[in-house]
């Protein structure tokens, strides 16, 4: 079945350092892919997306392109702020209509001033 | 409300005993879906309302949990003979439709605690 891993936490860096969380993913065809966020106290919400190869999706600073060849969907962010601070979330939704998410296991981020 | 909301926010249960966990999804969303985490896991599916659609139960865990939906409204996740293994954040989320390309807004979740 499909499957999503994504590295272990926690990360802790200084602010306005240089950010990767690394995630691989196991599915047939082409899913889409995601990456989710969680505040502290706060619900998950998504962060950025990308919904076919070579597809870049972006926000709030952070990248992540959808590599086929690697089967890979890396989070990215040049210079990081104490208020990204959360866990990260990496998951698939199936090609089709279907759109239960699988996730990783979540990648807890520190950030120091 | 402007999301999803849930309830309880939390619940402390003995083993044994039945629960029910609601969640109000955000109004005009057609689909639904329940996931669960575990400490120190990633979030797992566990079902899926779409419309008036027959639901996708494939992620539910055993025959002692299941979910109803009221047409595009309230879901209630109910836990029949709790066990310990069965603590977790509950999350509920919904989307306008269910396909890959809606995002699901996700509730606050309700941590069920099983002593």
């Known amino acids: 079945g499909d499957s999503v891993t994504q590295m272990e936490g926690p990360v802790t860096l200084s602010e306005e350092a240089f950010l990767t969380i690394n995630c691989t993913y196991t599915?047939?065809?082409?899913?889409?892919l995601f990456w989710y966020v969680q505040y502290p106290g706060e619900g998950l919400q998504l962060l950025l997306k990308?919904?076919?190869?070579?597809d870049k999706g972006s926000n709030k600073g952070f990248e992540a392109t959808y590599r086929k060849e690697t089967t890979s969907f890396h989070l990215e962010k040049g210079s990081v702020q104490v208020s990204d601070s959360a866990v990260y979330f990496c998951?698939?939704?199936?090609?089709?209509?279907?759109?239960?998410?699988?996730f990783g296991t979540g990648t807890r981020l520190q950030v120091t001033l | 409300g402007a999301g999803v909301s849930q309830s309880p926010s939390n619940k402390v249960t003995e083993k044994g005993k039945d629960v029910e966990l609601r969640c109000d999804p955000i109004?005009?969303?057609?689909?639904l879906y329940w996931y669960r985490q575990r400490l120190g896991q990633g979030l797992e599916f566990l079902i899926y309302?779409?419309?008036?659609?027959?639901?996708?139960k494939s992620g539910l865990p055993s025959d002692r949990f299941s979910a109803e939906r009221t047409g595009e409204s309230v879901s209630t996740l109910t836990i029949q003979r709790t066990q310990q293994e069965d603590s977790a954040v509950y999350l509920c989320?919904?989307?306008?439709?269910?396909?890959?390309?809606?995002?699901?807004?996700f509730g606050p979740g309700t941590r069920l605690t099983v002593l």
């Open positions: 989320a919904s989307s306008r439709a269910g396909n890959s390309y809606n995002e699901q807004f």
């Open positions: 599915a047939t065809g082409y899913p889409s």
């Open positions: 990308a919904t076919k190869a070579d």
């Open positions: 998951a698939l939704t199936p090609t089709g209509t279907a759109s239960k998410l699988t």
């Open positions: 109004s005009g969303h057609t689909a």
């Open positions: 309302f779409q419309g008036n659609s027959a639901p996708d």
